[in-house]
């Protein structure tokens, strides 16, 4: 007789999604399903609107990284109608979308992420949340993680209008600039945020480096995966979350191929099963070979760590710092280990936060010149962006008026979801052993999937946003052998 | 639903102005003109006060077709204001196209007081083209939900 | 004495509505102070048991967002107005569909057919996933979609519709004040079915661009122009759909040099939204010929769509459609 | 709604009218049973509604059961609203709580099967029940009438309208675009059919215009802007500057003789004659103030000149003075501005411009005029010839397709009248060339027939060309009428010294813009529409404003007469009654709705919308508001609300008709 935990819905990712683990006769895992419960079908519904709509449109895929896709969307607009857009245009985005990268990030990883490490991950529920993270690292953190997110959401309204579903970008570049006084101001609180970043990652350091526990349990095998990694590039190869090439590194971390946007298609397929409406995307050359590891399986990730190992640098001095330190404490190029990428995530935020800076102080960027009227008729156009939870693209065919004729998305978390389902199958199984299932281990298993930060709200257009766990264990006949619970506020 | 081998008798409201439209109707009846008897007259005092939420109101209710009906171009008593409604009343015709209604399922009509014998011969036009189309069936170019599939049919 | 129970739910949503919440920052812990949170998965743990477990109408209050995509969407809805004394259409999804909402213009077949055939699907044989699939192991389960996506009052009754996409943070504040006022007995809760954290006028109402007598000669596209950033966007051929828009978002698109698209709904008292637009644009089109008008009108691609871009699912033709009727 | 209304339901059989093919008693019965619900609480059928019987009837129930809304199914509202609405007046309701809808016209006189007919009708009461519930009770709006009245345009027409309202004791402002009244009538030597001389019988009238103390004369004026309504409008007037103080002028005539710039006058004298920088337009001219022509008058081109100021002996030269812009206030308007004579240079074959001796009728009123340029001589352009044969072409731009499709009424009698006065003083062959002689009234038959006898050749044809390109012998030097007589299907060509086009008329050029001004409508060709063609042929759809003579369509001088007698009737009429009800049929914006989006501003053509910049909100004047709804239909807030007319009425009439559905399967069920 078989044994079903089945984990619905999954707490502390932003989004829904069940995990299905089936044990065998001897209380082992024989599997584990990860399933996405939901589907919207924008490819669908975006056929028939204005191309310049979007960006708007797309927004409300999600509303947690909307400004992701208001970015990836007003790039393919770019390309349909082939406008090269103001230098200062470019900047405004990017310097929105850096401030949206640093909000992201932070909320990731203080609410979600946080509680896992600085907490412990065998600390009691009632503590493992942003509260025992503030009671851990001290009071006045809460108020810097408030204040983080309003900094950013300040500078997103300033440049995109609007706090949520930013409304400015449009072909060509934006529909407003930005005065000298929204800059200086948009400066203070990029050089705030680089303290932050900073203060983050001394945190990292203090609490979670400095416990042997902890960087025994990064480095051990439960939470390591062999797989290709992906991440947008500049042209010197330094990590780039507005605008690039994607580069494709193999477990050895050499490069397999490094594509333009327009490109993807010839680099990228989705895997279909029947059982979950989400996608199984892969490295095409290399080929869909099931839930495995190794450079012959086609299985890639796009997280912060991935980021780190397809690039060969950052562009900033600070971040560039912390990425060399990164490798060297872990062992070289490319790090394996999922839970580093917390790690890798708060280096991420050092770089938004420093670019930040850099862009708010560039001379041009209070300058009108922020759109360039399109002149060419619109037909075809990709548009690619690093979200933070994976490389995020759009992909719009028009007719030539510049109305869609068909669609193609290809979103930040759906990258994961191969590998998402091998982590949890894996720490499942070496942490489920004889029917014998307790609550650290299921947290552990949550772990698992928690470090790529999983956003279904994105990949099913669904339902994002933390939910609650709760594993009923059953036997085949159906009666209840154990229920287990966790709180989170 | 007894008339299963009768032919289908569309269901049409017109909207009449008070005083060119509803009055040609009026001389259409002082004349004793037969027409189908499908058709249901409001009356409003211009065509201006059409409001596309009449319209599709009147769809929306089971209408299978909908009339409007003003004094004929530069007649208008208030001016010009059937022009107002000629500018809605095209823009109106494509917003039914993508909602599923075909666009000859709203039919404009000028009617002077005097053109009874029009108004009573435009009517009987109009109930054969709609009793062509059928009952209104949603049918949509963009391929709206008419039936109601399930997942499964979907699945392979 | 216990504190009055609250609860905020999504059903298909994209978050927003959540984010924006927790954008009104230190006002989030007014709510802890007067109400005990018993249900709010974005914040806190408890599952749809508990909430069952609860009496009938023991939630005082229950924001819930997101539009009814699925059987488990409709089954959550039916559950929480079971428990709530005051259900709250939170959000465009909730009270008019928002833009997921223009998969109504799609049959549910098209919209799954397409999301499994595009060119980067690796779809051999033609795959869908089914609600209901045997592996080795076992079955596995996932929810059934509807034809088409409901607002939250077509399958349940509402009391009261905040609108926005998602609303505004300070009309979330100024929402939370009243309730916390009603319940100190210091002012009135708004007749059943009320619009609340909304103006009653339109977005123009908010709106600081110089506006004249309104007459068009042609529709232009944003970005084909340099619009005059002092005046009125219609005015310049941009198809802003501020005139139709309930006001309470302080005009933020048009203020930021954007079109309105519509996220708020309609105004106060009016039946069909897409038919205030019908009206307005035509009313602009400076013409009376109708060689003129045609070409002015082909400015506006696919007009519907603009219409009803957040309100598809909430209008008058498509709430008349058979496929609505399904599902109840 | 929320309370719920006790409405009664009265199906009227209308004889047979209406019962011998709706089945009444049916209609009236499933009213009372399937509509409890809208708030029926009686139904009844009788044979006769509108008769005393029935209204009392309808007045016992709403006694007795206390109706508090009453929806009779019988005739048009056009026939018997009134008649319902008053019994129920009679009962003590508000007379708008009562609905009449047609089961008559638009159901049993038009359909032939019973079934099909009594279920229309069931639909049509069902809508009527489900309307009449959201009725308001409405009073009507109440307006005083100003006493004075605006007469626009100096022509026989405006003239005699403004004379009967001034003697009848009312104030009138008669507005002349040009320096003096009189109109074309006063270019005209006679007058057909009697002959009598056309100044004789309007010089008197001019004057008793320009001295009545009841008429204020604004000549050489214009009006530029029409605000407010019936009762109550106040006309901005230009009184264009004459250069002339009037208080001081005595019209002596020194200045005008002492004028040493000669112009060509091309108004008056249509270019056959000159006047003078300074001019009174003719001798008669009322007033009899000269005006200076700034853009001829060498003082106004060099800087130099002013000899009329030199000699004038009152100083009443005023080179400084400006135009005055006075607003009047008048409860009422008659537009009397005439017409315009078709330009004959359009027909290019007919050679005019390029023909010297082809003449217009109105230059061949002057030819013929005593006081004209010729002193009444009828002669070539040379100005000496006398010519021995004369052509006069009928129908020049009328009844012609490529130009006017309308008649122009005058064209035929002034074609005999002048081929009656070439044959008197210059004994010349006159040749008549006509489509058809229409002479349809008092005497002009009579006319016709005695120019017959006078000998004066009528060619049934429509002239194909004149030209100068002679051919044959004795052509030389003549114009050549190319055209087929149709009695006897033969090409004429007939050689002339002189060919005269009677031309036809056309609306004033800027009628469509003129109209605007006063919020009044155009038929397709310019001519201004009256309320109805036979029943009110000088009121406008526009409450407070008429029309007489020429602006309404072509006329005469008789009828031209009588309308303006007519119109002003009508004025006085109003005057008299001091106040007026208007229907209560308005547009109201609620202002706290009102975005001030400024959608609707256009959208109303009696400019009753006016919005405050202050407040940033429009708001419609009720009494300027006609009640045509058009607003309502556009105010993208849904912020203007139509009594009478509201969208919950209409809405739930709508659903009230489709209750009763002949293609069930088709509803959304």
């Known amino acids: 007789m078989t044994q079903r935990i089945t984990i619905d819905p999954i707490t502390r990712l932003e989004g829904h999604g069940k995990i299905e683990i089936f044990l065998n006769d001897d209380g082992d895992v024989a599997n584990t399903y990860f399933q996405i419960p939901e589907l919207r079908g924008f490819e669908r519904f975006v056929v028939g609107r204005p191309i310049e709509e979007m960006a708007l449109l797309t927004n409300r895929i999600c509303g947690v990284c909307p400004e992701a896709h208001h970015m990836a969307a007003a790039k393919a607009a770019d390309a349909a109608y082939k406008v090269e857009v103001p230098r200062t245009g470019k900047m405004l985005r990017e310097l929105l979308y850096m401030a949206f990268y640093a909000t992201d990030h932070t909320t990731h990883f203080y609410a979600l992420a946080g509680p896992d490490f600085i907490v412990g991950p065998d600390a009691p529920v009632a503590e493992r949340n942003i509260l025992g993270v503030i009671h851990k690292v001290g009071l006045e953190i809460g108020g810097k993680v408030i204040q983080m997110r309003k900094f950013g959401h300040t500078v997103v309204e300033m440049i995109g209008g609007r706090k949520v579903h930013p409304c400015t970008s449009i072909p060509g570049g934006l529909t407003k600039g930005i005065t000298e006084e929204q800059r200086k101001e948009i400066e203070e609180m990029g050089r705030w945020a680089i303290e932050f970043a900073q203060f983050s990652l001394q945190a990292f350091n203090d609490i979670v480096l400095g416990n042997k526990t902890y960087l025994d349990l990064i480095l051990g095998d439960i939470y390591t995966h062999q797989t290709y990694y992906m991440g947008m590039v500049d042209e010197n190869n330094h990590t780039n979350f507005y605008d690039g090439k994607v580069r494709v590194v193999g477990p050895d971390g050499k490069e397999l191929v490094k594509y333009a946007p327009n490109e993807y298609a010839d680099h990228i397929a989705e895997h279909v099963e029947p059982w979950t409406y989400l996608k199984f995307p892969y490295m095409k050359k290399v080929g869909w070979k099931g839930f495995v590891d190794g450079a012959d399986s086609g299985v890639y990730m796009a997280t912060p760590l991935s980021r780190l190992n397809a690039a060969d640098g950052l562009a900033t001095p600070r971040a560039q710092e912390e990425y060399d330190k990164f490798y060297k404490t872990l062992g070289g190029k490319p790090v394996h280990q999922r839970l580093a990428t917390h790690w890798a995530r708060l280096i991420e935020l050092l770089y938004a936060a420093e670019r930040w800076v850099e862009l708010a102080t560039d001379p041009e960027i209070t300058s009108p010149d922020y759109h360039a009227i399109p002149t060419a008729t619109p037909t075809e156009g990709v548009g690619i962006v690093e979200a933070p939870r994976g490389t995020l693209t759009h992909h719009y065919w028009t007719d030539e008026r510049g109305v869609v004729t068909k669609a193609n998305l290809v979103v930040g978390t759906t990258n994961n979801y191969a590998p998402i389902t091998m982590s949890i199958k894996k720490a499942a199984s070496n942490l489920i052993k004889k029917g014998n299932v307790n609550e650290g281990l299921l947290n552990m298993v949550e772990m698992a999937f928690r470090a790529y930060d999983p956003c279904f709200g994105c990949a099913t257009h669904s339902l994002p946003g933390q939910m609650p766990l709760e594993v009923t264990v059953r036997k085949a006949d159906g009666e209840v052998l154990d229920v287990l619970k966790q709180f989170v506020d | ?156 | 004495m216990s504190k009055p129970k609250f609860a905020m739910y999504w059903a298909a949503s994209c978050g927003g509505c959540e984010i924006a919440v927790l954008n009104i920052h230190e006002k989030i812990l007014d709510v802890d102070a007067n109400f005990d949170v018993v249900f709010w998965p974005v914040a806190m743990d408890a599952k749809y048991k508990d909430v069952e477990a609860m009496e009938d109408g023991s939630i005082l209050l229950t924001l819930f967002n997101g539009g009814i995509r699925n059987d488990e969407n409709e089954h959550v809805a039916k559950l929480l107005r079971r428990k709530s004394q005051i259900l709250v259409a939170f959000g465009s999804c909730a009270n008019e569909g928002c833009v997921p909402g223009l998969a109504n213009f799609s049959s549910i077949k098209d919209v799954v057919d397409t999301a499994f055939s595009t060119i980067s699907t690796d779809n051999p044989n033609n795959i869908r996933p089914m609600t209901a699939y045997d592996m080795p192991e076992g079955t596995l389960h996932i929810p059934t979609m509807y034809p088409v996506l409901k607002t939250l009052d077509q399958v349940v009754d509402v009391d009261y519709y905040m609108p926005g996409c998602p609303p505004e943070s300070h009309q979330i504040a100024a929402v939370i004040d009243l309730v916390i006022q009603v319940l100190q007995g210091k002012a009135e809760l708004p007749p059943k079915g009320a619009t609340i954290g909304a103006g009653g006028s339109t977005v123009c109402d908010e709106c600081g661009r110089k506006r004249n007598v309104k007459t068009i000669k042609e529709f232009n596209r944003i970005q084909m122009i340099q619009p005059d950033p002092e005046l009125c966007l219609l005015e310049q051929g941009i198809p802003c759909n501020g005139p139709a828009t309930r006001s309470g978002c302080n005009s933020r698109c048009p203020s930021a040099g954007a079109q309105c698209i519509g996220c708020y709904g309609p105004a106060e008292g009016v039946v069909d939204y897409g038919a205030r637009l019908v009206s307005a644009f035509g009313s602009v089109i400076d013409s009376d010929d109708p060689k003129e008008i045609d070409p002015i009108l082909d400015g506006l691609v696919a007009p519907a769509g603009q219409f009803y871009r957040f309100n598809l699912a909430g209008s008058l033709l498509r709430a008349a459609k058979p496929a609505w009727k399904s599902g109840d | 709604m929320e309370k719920k209304e006790k409405i009664g339901v009265y199906v009227c059989h209308c004889g047979t009218n209406i019962a011998g093919v709706v089945n009444v008693g049916e209609v009236s019965k499933w009213a009372e049973e399937n509509l409890k619900d809208q708030g029926v609480v009686v139904s009844r059928d009788y044979k006769f509604m509108c008769s005393s019987l029935g209204q009392e009837l309808i007045q016992k129930d709403i006694k007795e059961q206390g109706l508090t809304r009453v929806m009779v199914a019988a005739c048009s509202p056009h026939l018997h609203e009134k008649t319902f609405r008053n019994a129920c007046k009679g009962a003590d309701m508000n007379p708008y709580l009562c609905e009449l809808v047609s089961i008559r016209e638009q159901d049993s006189w038009v359909h032939t099967d019973k079934v099909a007919a009594t279920e229309k009708a069931k639909a049509i009461v069902s809508g009527g029940v489900a309307r009449v519930a959201h009725h308001e009770a409405l009073e009507p709006l109440r307006v005083p009438i100003h006493p004075a009245t605006l007469v626009v345009g100096g022509g026989i027409a405006g003239i005699q309208a403004a004379l009967e309202i001034a003697d009848a004791g009312f104030h009138v402002y008669l507005v002349e675009r040009e320096p003096s009244i009189g109109g074309h009538m006063a270019q005209f030597d006679k007058t057909f059919p009697t002959l009598d001389c056309s100044a004789c019988i309007l010089t008197p009238k001019m004057v008793d215009a320009g001295n009545h103390p009841n008429i204020t004369l604004l000549t050489y004026s214009e009006v530029e802007k029409v605000d407010g309504y019936v009762g109550n409008f106040v006309a901005t007037i230009r009184k264009r500057a004459r250069s002339v103080v009037e208080k001081d002028c005595t019209g002596c005539g020194i200045c005008w003789e002492k004028c040493p710039k000669k112009v060509v006058d091309d108004v008056f004298e249509v270019g056959m004659g000159t006047r003078k920088a300074v001019y009174v337009p003719f001798p008669q001219a009322v007033p009899k103030y000269p005006v200076i022509d700034r853009v001829n008058c060498t003082y106004y081109i060099k800087g130099t000149c002013k000899a009329c100021e030199k000699f004038c002996p009152t100083n009443a030269i005023d080179f400084a003075q400006e135009d005055e812009i006075m607003n009047v206030e008048v409860g009422n308007i008659i537009l009397a501005t005439g017409y315009d004579l078709f330009d004959s240079r359009r027909i290019q074959q007919y050679g005019y411009g390029r023909l010297p001796n082809v003449f217009t009728s109105l230059e061949f009123e002057r030819l013929s005029n005593a006081a004209g340029p010729t002193g009444g001589n009828i002669v070539l352009r040379d100005g000496k010839t006398v010519p021995k044969a004369v052509g006069i072409v009928h129908c020049v731009g009328s009844r012609d397709k490529n130009y006017n499709e309308y008649c122009s009424a005058i064209c035929c009698m002034q074609s005999l009248k002048f081929a009656h006065l070439v044959e008197e003083r210059t004994g010349a062959e006159v040749y008549n060339f006509y489509i058809d002689i229409r002479t349809p009234a008092k005497g002009y038959e009579e006319f016709y027939h005695r120019l017959l006898e006078e000998g004066t050749h009528f060619v049934r044809g429509k002239v194909a060309e004149i030209s100068d390109a002679t051919r044959l012998p004795g052509e030389d030097g003549k114009l050549i009428v190319q055209v087929e007589d149709t009695l006897t299907a033969v090409q004429l060509r007939v050689p002339l010294d002189m060919v005269i086009l009677s031309a036809g008329l056309e609306p004033r050029a800027g009628s469509k813009e003129f109209a605007k001004t006063f919020g009044i409508s155009c038929s397709a060709d310019g001519w201004f529409i009256e309320r109805h063609p036979k029943l009110d042929p000088v009121a406008t759809m526009t409450e407070g404003i008429y029309i007489a003579g020429c602006v309404q369509g072509p006329k005469d001088i008789p009828a031209s007469v009588a309308q303006g007698a007519a119109a002003a009737a009508r004025v006085l009429g109003k005057i008299q009654q001091k106040e007026i009800a208007l229907e209560p049929v308005r547009a109201t914006v609620h202002e706290e709705q009102c975005s001030g989006c400024r959608i609707c501003n256009n959208l109303c053509p009696f400019n009753a919308i006016l919005f405050h910049e202050d407040r940033m909100v429009s708001e419609v004047n009720p009494a300027l508001c006609q009640g045509c709804g058009t607003c309502v239909a556009g105010c993208p807030a849904g912020a203007i609300s139509g009594t009478g007319f509201s969208n919950e009425q209409i809405l739930s009439q709508i659903e009230g008709l489709l209750l009763v559905n002949l293609s069930k399967e088709a509803a959304a069920v």
């Open chain 2, 1 to 156: 639903m007894t008339e299963e081998k009768k032919p289908f008798e569309p269901t049409i409201v017109g909207f009449t102005c008070n005083w060119c439209s509803y009055r040609a109707a009026d001389m259409a009846g002082t004349a004793r003109m037969k027409y189908a008897p499908n058709v249901r007259l409001i009356r409003l005092m211009c065509s201006g006060r059409l409001d596309p939420t009449f319209v599709f109101k009147a769809f929306a209710n089971g209408a299978d077709a909908v009339l409007v009906s003003g004094c004929h171009p530069g007649d208008c008593h208030y001016v010009n204001q059937n022009y107002k409604m000629l500018r809605r009343f095209n823009l109106m015709r494509r917003v039914l196209g993508q909602m599923g209604i075909e666009p000859e399922r709203l039919k404009l009509l000028w009617a002077s007081a005097a053109e009874g014998a029009i108004f009573a011969a435009e009517i009987n036009k109009f109930v054969e083209q709609v009793r062509e189309l059928g009952p209104l069936n949603w049918n949509n170019k963009n391929g709206a939900a008419v039936e109601t599939p399930v997942l499964q049919e979907a699945a392979v």
